[in-house]
């Protein structure tokens, strides 16, 4: 059948429940949708389970159907990659040696493995490996053990001397564990030791669109801005998140106080302002990446956890990037509130659903405004 007969043939069939649920679920790529329907792109003449790890198609060339046997009569053909007539979701080839791997370099955090001998003891190539990992949990092979090697010092420099806990935790050299304690730690190992002690955080409480908020910033940036019912309980989360740190109220709004609440109340408007002031925010290597996706998410817009998860290469990570999200400490800059569930409802913010209701009214509102 001809390209153009199979697009007038699949308008004729299109189905009426085409609904936003069932198009997040092959956005997410989610193996529970397989069997219940299949998806069919007018561009190739080909028709998908929803599961398919295929090129994601765009929403307008796609069409649904409730079995293979109908897309079929319509005029499109079975894909060969995910095989739509097979029962049951097709299981990934790698998954098990990834996570095998991912438990080894778990156990042996303080030995140093090289690839291409883990991807050998798995029974799969280096690239495959290297792909799985990624696909998988998200990350690299390399920055998977750096975590665990970190995550070994955190235990170790809690029962002993720094430098014992820097070689114990395989890190080989103290420069070596500076190297990624300003971008993975957020702090000294000293400090990290003490539970933080000796580092000074200043804070001030103000007023806002959203209800009281809280601006914290230590001499490097701030790090963290919070909304909260008043000031005594905005204080005592943050000195829960600090326990050792000395807390300063800030006398004056100045500084990266004024911009941090200039930049909240900005966000407010028709012409929100870019936040130009340094941030000092402690975050791993994926949760990093997740909060930079969520910055990349245009005004007005929202995305799924899984949607997230596939913008990123890891379909599989929807939990884990739900989990990141959940972490962030810096309110609307960081726009966590634009993630939302895979069904289109509205929840899971840390600073209150209504808040989050809000920030995205105001933005929807924005850029339908800008668009008329």
């Not at 004024?258 to 130009?276: I, L, Y």
């Amino acid at each position: 059948m001809a390209m153009a007969s199979i697009a007038e043939t699949a308008k004729a069939a299109e189905p009426d429940y085409f609904s936003a649920v069932e198009w997040q679920q092959v956005l997410e790529r989610d193996r529970s949708a397989d069997g219940r329907f299949v998806y069919a792109v007018k561009s190739t003449g080909i028709y998908c389970k929803p599961s398919c790890a295929s090129r994601k198609p765009a929403r307008k060339n796609v069409v649904l159907f409730p079995s293979p046997a109908l897309a079929e009569e319509a005029g499109f053909r079975s894909c060969q990659r995910c095989e739509p007539k097979r029962a049951g979701a097709r299981p990934d080839r790698q998954e098990r040696a990834v996570l095998a791997a991912a438990e080894y370099l778990r156990a042996h955090a303080d030995e140093r493995t090289r690839l291409e001998d883990l991807a050998r003891s798995m029974g799969i190539s280096r690239l495959a490996l290297l792909r799985g990992f990624k696909r998988v949990l998200g990350v690299s092979p390399a920055e998977f053990a750096r975590q665990q090697r970190l995550g070994r010092f955190r235990e170790k420099v809690r029962m002993g001397r720094v430098t014992d806990a820097i070689y114990d935790a395989g890190f080989g050299s103290s420069s070596r564990l500076y190297e990624n304690s300003s971008e993975v730690l957020g702090m000294t190992p000293k400090k990290m030791r003490t539970g933080g002690a000796g580092l000074v955080i200043r804070y001030r409480t103000a007023a806002s669109p959203l209800g009281r908020m809280l601006v914290a910033a230590t001499d490097a940036g701030v790090c963290s801005i919070a909304f909260g019912k008043d000031d005594t309980a905005l204080v005592e989360e943050l000195r829960g998140r600090f326990p050792k740190a000395e807390l300063v109220q800030a006398k004056a709004d100045t500084g990266w106080f004024a911009e941090a609440v200039e930049f909240v109340a900005s966000q407010m408007s028709e012409h929100p302002r870019a936040a130009k002031f340094p941030l000092d925010v402690r975050a791993t290597a994926f949760q990093q990446r997740v909060w930079k996706a969520l910055r990349e998410i245009p005004r007005g817009e929202t995305r799924s956890y899984g949607e997230i998860a596939c913008e990123l290469g890891m379909p599989k990570a929807a939990r884990a990037v739900g989990s990141a999200i959940g972490s962030n400490p810096l309110a609307v800059l960081v726009p966590c509130h634009r993630a939302i569930h895979s069904d289109g409802s509205i929840a899971g913010y840390r600073w209150g659903v209504e808040r989050k209701k809000k920030l995205l009214a105001v933005e929807r509102s924005a850029k339908t405004q800008q668009k008329h």
